[in-house]
């Protein structure tokens, strides 16, 4: 597996915990005692921390430890020299479409549920759902064509 996709991997499972978490909370609280803005409010601020934090450490743990494979492998001093080129551009161009395509579609869908009657902290709800799930399918995207090989 190539840094590339090795860290689009690290990227696309630290979205699925958060996404997991933000589900099972969301969808407790919303059977329990409905939607109360103070405890939504509080789920929210957890995931985007979630989110950036996992993210964030997850790249840093992923680059250190390629860093020494590399060394392992090549018995050098130097670090891995980690060239993008045309082809990762591509890549990351088409995964990047299709996440603006998701989440614009989840906003659209979010925006539907306001008109059609349903609290606010429902379509806001939804537009982070929405978010962290055009995330999980531009790194899968990705994935798709480094795998396939364009």
């Known amino acids: 597996m190539s840094y590339r996709e090795t860290n689009i991997s690290v990227s696309l499972v630290s979205y699925l915990l958060v996404l997991g978490y933000f589900l099972v909370n969301w969808l407790q609280m919303y059977q329990e005692e409905g939607l109360a803005s103070e405890k939504v409010f509080r789920l929210w601020l957890i995931v985007i921390a979630a989110s950036i934090l996992l993210n964030i450490l997850g790249s840093i743990l992923t ?66 759902l929405f978010s962290m799930t055009a995330e999980i399918i531009g790194d899968s995207v990705q994935l798709y064509f480094y795998r396939r090989g364009i």
Request: hydrophobic share 50%; proline share 3%.
């Open 63 to 128: 680059n250190i430890v390629l860093n020494i494979e590399h060394a392992i492998k090549t018995n050098s001093k130097e670090a891995a020299r980690l060239i993008e080129d045309e082809r990762d551009k591509l890549i990351e161009l088409k995964g990047v479409k299709a996440t603006y395509i998701a989440f614009s579609i989840g906003v659209l869908v979010s925006m539907l549920t306001f008109v059609f009657g349903q609290p606010p902290l429902v379509m806001f709800s939804l537009i982070i």
